[in-house]
């Protein structure tokens, strides 16, 4: 399967069915697909072609997603660019995947500037709304091209699309994914996803990270996307009601900042169904709350880009389990292996774990990556003994629940003791006047690292170190407990919104040479 056909195949269910929603205009599935064809053909004109490697650098935009698509078309291999990356990181990432062609919005003008200097494999720029300073319109490009239909044959093994690692531990690695990967994706969406209806899905996070894939799934029913070109929590809230929003995903940092809002109960989440949450742990407590606020419809997705998305997952209803007793254990599982996964608990020996047994999270199958690009000794490293290796440590329950514990470079070793920092994160976190944390080592004469937590406090809320400190020894004892608090105005965060637990260890560690990860 190519990933082409999924816009294809919703097309055919209703090519004037609305594809793209955005600022009031609305782009119809057959405006779309249309729109890939001139593209591509263009693209053609100029000598890209199979195998060859496209860029798209913009906001949340529906004609810069369908310009990715028509690299796709063309038969290329897209490269998404998060555009909140600083130079530095976008710059080396399109020279080192060799990116010939870029698309590009106007608001990125002065950054192209700096890559037609620093990225020589980038032959063509295109600007998507306008005519650029560095390049010609996007419609006066395609303008000598009708929409001739086309298809470029593909494997089910070939490349489609590079991401990238994020680079929070140095530079990003490139994970190079197939066609068939992304196909066991959606399938694994669709099948632990049922719609009773089209879905409508609202585009506020990154669409170049996980919020753009989910479209991909949603396009194989004819669903809608909606997109938000300037997202904040007053328009996400207002738009769910305003659009009938029935799917939304937003990273955990997102949905506090969302529960934060003095006036969150006051909109319409009436027609939400799937509310997902990616990217990181939630906080228990603060699942809960968002449980009461917009309804039975939490659901966990859990994946890397090595496997995108769909390791696990756990829909709404296991998000309320009808013995309440239940609840508090459950709100802190990642969910079940999904359909087209196959999921394990391994020792560092290659041994798959028994039931509540602490372990490496692993994965087998078609959804898994093809490896990194460049790199055989971090894919070999990857695969170790057959198996993909995520970096996280965490065990399986009875019923088939994985819980994740922690990463492993985030393993705090305080006095000889293992110390795994989500598990403290989740008890700040749990107090009302907590809006996000990040629980490090720093250096300690005595412990050798001992544990600190660093706070983002809610606005117009107070907590006192001591009031955390106390808190954390009532539920998890004194070794676990942090020996100090720091409070931030806002916690360091990549921009997909992750919290780089690296930034904030650095803080403490600069000079010296941490014992650990």
């Known amino acids: 399967m190519n990933l082409i056909d999924l816009l294809d195949r919703g097309a055919s269910l209703d090519p004037n069915r609305a594809c793209f929603v955005q600022d009031g205009k609305v782009t119809t599935y057959g405006e779309v697909r249309n729109l890939t064809f001139r593209v591509g053909s263009a693209l053609r004109a100029g000598g890209f072609g199979a195998g060859d490697v496209g860029a798209v650098l913009s906001n949340n935009d529906a004609t810069a997603f369908a310009c990715a698509l028509s690299l796709v078309?063309?038969?290329?291999?897209?490269?998404?660019?998060?555009?909140?990356?600083?130079?530095?990181?976008?710059?080396?990432?399109?020279?080192?995947?060799?990116?010939?062609?870029?698309?590009?919005?106007?608001?990125?003008?002065?950054?192209?500037?700096?890559?037609?200097?620093?990225?020589?494999?980038?032959?063509?720029?295109?600007?998507?709304?306008?005519?650029?300073?560095?390049?010609?319109?996007?419609?006066?490009?395609?303008?000598?091209?009708?929409?001739?239909?086309?298809?470029?044959?593909?494997?089910?093994?070939?490349?489609?699309?590079?991401?990238?690692?994020?680079?929070?531990?140095?530079?990003?690695?490139?994970?190079?994914?197939?066609?068939?990967?992304?196909?066991?994706?959606?399938?694994?969406?669709?099948?632990?996803?049922?719609?009773?209806?089209?879905?409508?899905?609202?585009?506020?996070?990154?669409?170049?990270?996980a919020a753009g894939i989910m479209v991909l799934a949603f396009m194989a029913l004819g669903g809608t996307t909606v997109v938000l070109t300037k997202p904040d929590p007053q328009t996400i809230m207002r738009a769910i009601g305003e659009h009938r929003?029935?799917?939304?995903?937003?990273?955990?940092?997102?949905?506090?900042?969302?529960?934060?809002?003095?006036?969150?109960?006051?909109?319409?989440?009436?027609?939400?169904?799937?509310?997902?949450?990616?990217?990181a742990p939630m906080s228990a407590e603060k699942l809960r709350e968002a449980i009461e606020v917009f309804g039975p419809v939490m659901t966990q997705m859990y994946g890397q880009a090595e496997a995108p998305m769909t390791i696990t997952f756990m829909g709404p209803e296991e998000h309320c389990p009808t013995d309440p007793a239940e609840l508090p254990v459950r709100l802190k599982s990642c969910g079940r292996a999904t359909p087209f996964a196959r999921v394990a608990v391994m020792d560092e020996a290659g041994n798959l774990l028994g039931a509540d047994e602490v372990g490496e999270i692993v994965v087998q199958g078609d959804l898994v990556m093809k490896g990194y690009l460049k790199n055989p000794e971090a894919t070999a490293d990857a695969g170790t003994f057959g198996w993909h290796h995520t970096g996280d440590v965490g065990y399986r329950d009875a019923r088939g629940y994985y819980y994740i514990v922690d990463r492993k470079k985030d393993l705090i070793i305080t006095g000889g003791f293992n110390v795994y920092p989500n598990e403290?994160?989740?008890?700040?976190?749990?107090?009302?006047?907590?809006?996000?944390?990040?629980?490090?080592?720093?250096?300690?004469?005595?412990?050798?690292?001992?544990?600190?937590?660093?706070?983002?406090?809610?606005?117009?809320?107070?907590?006192?170190?001591?009031?955390?400190?106390a808190?954390?020894?009532?539920?998890?004892?004194?070794?676990?407990?942090?020996?100090?608090?720091?409070?931030?105005?806002?916690?360091?965060?990549?921009?997909?919104?992750?919290?780089?637990?690296?930034?904030?260890?650095?803080?403490?560690?600069?000079?010296?040479?941490?014992?650990?990860?």
């Open 471 to 517: 808190l954390c020894k009532a539920k998890l004892g004194s070794i676990k407990a942090p020996k100090s608090v720091d409070f931030v105005r806002e916690l360091p965060r990549s921009p997909v919104g992750k919290i780089l637990k690296r930034s904030v260890r650095d803080t403490y560690w600069r000079d010296r040479d941490r014992m650990v990860g």
């Open 73 to 209: 078309r063309a038969g290329g291999i897209w490269v998404p660019v998060n555009p909140k990356s600083v130079l530095d990181e976008i710059t080396y990432f399109l020279d080192f995947t060799e990116v010939q062609v870029l698309f590009y919005s106007s608001a990125f003008e002065d950054l192209v500037t700096e890559l037609r200097r620093q990225c020589p494999t980038i032959k063509t720029f295109i600007c998507i709304d306008a005519t650029g300073a560095n390049a010609p319109s996007l419609q006066g490009w395609i303008e000598p091209f009708g929409i001739d239909e086309f298809s470029v044959p593909a494997e089910a093994g070939d490349i489609v699309a590079i991401g990238s690692t994020g680079g929070t531990t140095g530079r990003p690695k490139g994970v190079m994914l197939s066609h068939r990967s992304i196909a066991t994706f959606v399938a694994n969406v669709l099948a632990s996803m049922p719609f009773d209806r089209v879905p409508v899905y609202l585009a506020a996070a990154p669409l170049t990270h």
């Open 424 to 469: 403290i994160e989740q008890v700040i976190s749990a107090h009302p006047a907590v809006e996000d944390c990040a629980v490090v080592g720093v250096p300690d004469p005595k412990w050798g690292e001992a544990v600190k937590a660093v706070v983002q406090v809610r606005p117009s809320a107070n907590v006192t170190e001591e009031e955390l400190i």
């Open 245 to 279: 929003i029935n799917t939304l995903l937003l990273p955990p940092t997102v949905i506090y900042m969302l529960l934060s809002q003095a006036n969150v109960r006051d909109f319409d989440y009436s027609s939400l169904k799937y509310f997902i949450y990616v990217a």
